[in-house]
């Protein structure tokens, strides 16, 4: 598989993240990205990375999941006391 490079522009359109955040991420090699002879980054990005907004959905999803299902285990735990 080749290897796709976005912009910085795009790649900070597409995830919803800042300039300054991202330049941290790759200058803290969170981010796989080169500079061109130009001086302008291209980010490596790959088919498993979402948007900012679709994790956070999830993450939140996920707590909300979390949080029932330990209600649940309460609800349970104390049916079986009595």
């Known amino acids: 598989m080749q290897e796709k490079y976005i912009s910085m522009n795009a790649y900070m359109k597409k995830y919803g993240l800042g300039y300054k955040t991202v330049k941290n991420m790759i200058e803290n090699k969170e981010l796989e990205a080169i500079k061109t002879e130009g001086g302008q ?10 948007s900012k907004s679709v994790f956070e ?21 104390e049916r079986s006391e009595k």
């Open 41 to 50: 980054y291209k980010i490596k990005i790959s088919n498993d990375m979402v």
């Open 57 to 77: 959905e999830e993450h939140k999803k996920r707590i909300e999941a979390e949080t029932t299902i330990g209600i649940l285990q309460k609800i349970l735990l």
